[in-house]
């Protein structure tokens, strides 16, 4: 597996690159030219997986990581390395250049031993790319940014693979559902309008897209209201059937509204469904609104399985690639297969204040994933908040955004 350091000077790649490979350095290959200054290529082993990083010393502005864009591209995993309290337009133009050549970019926020630091580190999610928090220094966090790499090395979630994604896209009336489907096929196959509810069943249409097929459902007309009561009851039955055989669904909502009770009941709907949000029409919706509901999305939807969260203008096609990547994304993550679950949920309880002793923790089943944790505890049951602090641990310790996890515990004497 080969892993490049990106990063501006002083942030600390080669520290991470010395602790990892214990300062085994090789020299410059001389096929590769278009990294702008020196860099040292290690090699080293973990649980059978074989690590190549490689400290790109010259990658340290947006000019040189477009130079050295081939290297990137050839790279199974990007750390765009960074400190977390000296974050500025440097970091940010390296994040944003390098994710056009690379879909494997992770922000690893490195000199974070402090809880300033990781506070600081909250403000990265906002690139909607993974985030790790380590300390190369103190080797704080390293192990657990091995154990995310080494799953990716996975074969079951490698990278999404071209088989086809079923995706039910949701959203209140006049949300701009099927503008954005129009946008994505290029053509006005979806009825449109300003008026509320101008599509009344749902629609199916097949799109082929680079990331893989995709058959979206639009759901349009659904969630409005009906005269008669039977006619609600029939839409809503089409709706659960849909909903039950996609993969995905896609929640649109309109940004330039405030929020209301309907979007709460939809989004109660799709909670057990791999999901992402798309707040529509940025392009009329003020910046501090826009941020507003980047920020405080999960708040407000805290019953949905983390969901991805973007922005995007369906009337104007911003941000509709994206959007559609994640759908295929979301379909690959919804299969993930738990590497070395066991380990990891033995070792969260330990760092916890839970009084648990876990026995085993296994992967049950896929898509949406499962797991059976069997424990014994001399105190009361798991709590609530219990169940819901481990799985947001499990979460962190794995790429789940917009996945429902189920977890299922079993206590034993």
Known sequence: MKIIFIGKPGVGKTTLFSRLTKRQTYSRPKDEESITSDYQTGVFERDGVTFFPVDTVGLVDGR???????????????????????????????????????????IVANKSESEEAEEAAEELYRYGLPVYCISALHKKGVDDLLDEAEAQDAPVVDKPNKESVSCLVVGAPNAGKSTFLNAILGESRFKTSPIPGTTNEIVAETYSSEFGLIKFYDSAGIFRRYR?????????????????????????????????????????????????LLFNKSDITPLSKRRMFMNHASETFAFLPAPGVFMISAAKKKGIKKAVREIVLLKARAAINFQGLDRRIKKIVEESRLHL?????????????????????????????????????????????????????????
């Open 64 to 106: 040189a990581v477009r130079e050295g864009s081939s290297s990137l591209k050839d790279a199974d995993l990007v750390f765009v390395i960074c400190d977390p309290r000296d974050f500025n337009a440097t970091d940010d133009e390296i994040i944003n250049e390098a994710r056009k050549f690379s879909r494997k970019l992770w």
């Open 357 to 413: 002793f876990i026995l085993s923790a296994k992967q049950v089943s896929f898509s949406p994933p499962a797991i059976l944790i069997k424990y014994r505890s001399k105190r009361k049951p798991l709590t609530s908040a219990d169940e819901r602090y481990l799985e947001r641990m499990i979460r962190e310790n794995y790429e789940l955004s917009g996945v429902p996890v189920k977890i299922k515990w079993q206590k034993l004497g």
């Open 228 to 276: 008669r009561e039977e006619l609600r009851v029939y839409n809503m039955s089409l709706f659960k059937d849909a909903l039950r055989e996609t993969d995905t669904v896609c929640f649109i909502i309109d940004a330039s509204k405030e929020l209301t009770q309907k979007e709460l009941r939809i989004a109660a709907l799709i909670k057990h469904k791999p999901c992402f």
